[in-house]
């Protein structure tokens, strides 16, 4: 997953987003940092496994429910 650091007053997301205003999707503290999260979705998966999700383990709930296109 990508740096959660902020990024010119912008935060990016635990998947790699950019995050104009970061006050308005969800967040949790994480080894003593805030990360923020694209959708409630997101922040789910990561709740369930913290460590799997933020190594890149966990395939990202957006791309798990696209169909298929094949």
């Known amino acids: 997953m ?4 902020k990024v010119k007053g912008k935060a990016l997301t635990a998947c ?3 995050l ?5 999707y969800p967040s949790r503290i994480y080894q003593d940092k805030r ?3 694209c ?9 369930e496994n913290p460590e799997q999700f933020m190594s890149g383990k ?3 709930p957006v791309a798990r429910s696209k ?3 094949q």
Do not use: A, M, N, Q
């Open 2 to 5: 990508g740096s959660r650091e």
């Open 58 to 60: 966990v395939l990202h």
């Open 39 to 47: 959708s409630e979705e997101c922040l789910l998966e990561f709740d």
């Open 67 to 69: 169909p298929s296109t």
């Open 20 to 24: 104009k205003d970061p006050t308005k």
């Open 35 to 37: 990360i923020f999260f």
């Open 16 to 18: 790699g987003g950019i």
